[in-house]
Every structure is written in structure tokens, then in C-alpha cells.
């Protein structure tokens, strides 16, 4: 029979096996699981994504910081006199100007936002200002000019040749009924998880086209036009912002995630409700078009919305590519 020493001896070392054999089997799944997020990675809305995720992928393929990629990212459609939904270039209000909004939120839940902003190519480089010099998280109008040529941003003539005369060509009847995909292609948002496992989003936009001077869609409103947790993942939006911000809908994608179900999952819920609500207010939904792109922390993406049209690009390792957002209306 063994002594009371002994039994002490022998359960000190069968603890400390157990204890090392846990560690090794923790480790090994842990790196298991690392090896299956697919990171870094970065996802924006439409077409113009291809390019802007370009130039996020820059920075996230040196494991730079995915607040430093998605602003990077959005900067290019912003500064392109070609396109005609964001930035300069933009579409005008129905009094003929030119009139931005933007957003950025990092992985600490820092946020910046402008809206109704005036003469300044870049508002996603605003807002990021806002978020790390001032005590706010949003600036407007003409508080938003002031503060960005304080802080040394450039005024510059954002309405282009092309997009005036639609404008003159719209006042002849100032029928204000916007098109699916083409004026309600009003946005980009980007969502990125970089190397370090965290993640940032991005959201700018020149909004509707012929919209009332003063409006503001979802995309400068956090929760709304974009959400990030960086426990969970992040989301953004376009399309119809009103709609958007009926159900704060970025901030349900999250959540949804956040209870367990996917991105595609998600994203597909939170058209689903804008739908739900949308068919009392709306004799067509054909009239009515609102995107959702979703990213978790384990890399994986998901998108949804309305009607077909919508499109969102994806860089991740395996390369650049455009994808056909799967739609509601069938």
C-alpha cells in the first residue's frame, strides 16, 4: 500500500502531465483555428470596389492597420471626377450643389462622421479628423467646412462639367424619383479584418442625386450606413439610406452575428425587415434598392439585398474579385 508521500507524488505528476498535455491540446487548437481565418481581408460595395480594395490591400498585405486600409480604400472613388455617386464628381442637391457624407470607425470603437459637407474632395479624411481630434463624433454643414480648413483640407469645386448639366437637365421638370442601381448606387462602404485580427470600416457617399439641400442618408450615421465590433465583425451599407436607418441596420447585422448566425445569414435578415416595413410606404419595391456587405472575425462575408443590380468586391489572399450580391426579389 502506498504511503500518504507517495500518493502526493504520484498525483503532483499525473497533475502536471494533464496540465501539459491541456496546454499542448489548447495550442495546437488554437493554432488550428488561427489557420482557418481567412485574414486579412477586406470587402467594399459596387463596382469601384475592385479599385478601392487595390488600394487597401497595399496596407494590409504589409500587416498594416485596417483603419489605415479602409480609409486608403475609399479615398480613390472619392477622388474621381468620373464618379458620379461619391466624392468629387459627385451628383448635386436639386439647388445645384454638391454636398458630402462620411464615416470611419475603428476596432476600439473610436467613430468620426461628417455630413452636408461642402468643397472638400476627401471626407472620409474629415471624419477620421473628427474621430481623433475633437471630443465629438460627428461635425455638419458649415461647422464640418470650418473645422476641415482649420485642420489644413483644401476647398475645392466638387460639382464637374458632367454632373451639372444633369442637373440643368433635372430642373426642366424636377421630378425627383431616383433610380434603382444607378442613382440609389449612392455609397461606398468598405469593412476590412487585417492581419492582427482587427477590424475597421469605412463609409462615404455624395448621396442621392437631386436630393433636398440639408439631406442626410445612412451613411454618415454610425449604426446605421456602417457598424464595427470588434468581438463580432463589421458591416456596411448602401442604397436607400432613409430605409437603412429605419432599422439602423448595420448595427442589427452586427448584432444578428453576434448571436450566432453568418454574415450571409445576417445580411439576409435585415433586408428581409426593411422589406417587411418598406411594402405599406411603397406601391414598388422594384423602386427601392438597399445592400448590406458583412464580415466576421473568422473571415468570412456574406451579402443580400433587394433587387437584383448590387455588387461587391472581396481581396483577400486568394486574390481580387467582383461578386453578384444574391437579392430578395426573385
Keep these: 500500500m502506498k504511503n500518504r508521500r507517495d500518493f502526493l507524488k504520484t498525483t503532483a505528476v499525473a497533475s502536471v502531465a494533464f496540465a501539459l498535455h491541456s496546454f499542448k491540446t489548447n495550442g495546437e487548437n488554437e493554432n488550428e483555428n488561427c489557420s482557418k481565418i481567412n485574414k486579412p481581408i477586406v470587402l467594399s460595395t459596387w463596382n469601384f470596389g475592385i479599385q478601392a480594395n487595390e488600394a487597401a490591400w497595399k496596407i494590409l498585405k504589409d500587416k498594416g492597420r485596417a483603419l489605415d486600409a479602409v480609409e486608403a480604400g475609399v479615398k480613390i472613388p472619392e477622388g474621381d471626377p468620373n464618379e458620379r455617386s461619391v466624392g468629387f464628381g459627385g451628383r448635386p442637391d436639386r439647388d445645384g450643389k454638391v454636398t458630402l457624407d462620411s464615416c470611419i470607425m475603428d476596432e476600439f470603437s473610436n467613430i468620426g462622421s461628417v455630413a452636408a459637407l461642402e468643397h472638400i474632395k476627401h471626407p472620409i479624411a474629415v471624419a477620421r479628423a473628427v474621430m481623433e481630434k475633437t471630443p465629438h463624433v460627428m461635425l455638419v454643414g458649415e461647422g464640418a467646412l470650418q473645422f476641415a480648413v482649420s485642420q489644413g483640407f483644401k476647398k475645392e469645386k466638387l460639382l464637374v462639367e458632367a454632373s451639372e448639366k444633369e442637373w440643368k437637365e433635372w430642373l426642366k421638370k424636377s421630378d425627383y424619383k431616383p433610380i434603382a442601381n444607378i442613382e440609389n448606387h449612392d455609397t461606398i462602404g468598405m469593412i476590412a479584418l487585417d492581419s492582427h485580427g482587427n477590424l475597421s470600416g469605412a463609409c462615404t457617399t455624395s448621396g442621392m442625386a437631386f436630393k433636398m439641400h440639408g439631406r442626410v442618408g445612412d451613411s454618415p450615421i454610425i449604426g446605421a450606413g456602417l457598424f464595427v465590433d470588434n468581438e463580432i465583425g463589421a458591416a456596411t451599407a448602401t442604397g436607400h439610406g432613409e430605409e437603412v436607418i429605419r432599422i439602423v441596420g448595420c448595427h442589427l447585422v452586427v448584432e444578428l452575428m453576434r448571436q450566432g448566425k453568418t454574415p450571409q445569414k445576417a445580411c439576409e ?3 428581409t ?15 427601392i434598392q438597399v445592400g448590406f456587405i458583412a464580415l466576421n472575425k473568422k473571415g468570412e462575408y456574406g451579402a443580400y439585398c433587394i433587387q437584383s443590380g448590387f455588387n461587391f468586391a472581396v481581396n483577400d489572399v486568394s486574390g481580387n474579385k467582383l461578386i453578384d450580391s444574391d437579392y430578395f426579389l426573385k
Design 273 to 287: 425587415r426593411i422589406v417587411k416595413l418598406t411594402k405599406n410606404r411603397h406601391k414598388n419595391l422594384n423602386d
Design 269 to 271: 435578415e435585415a433586408v
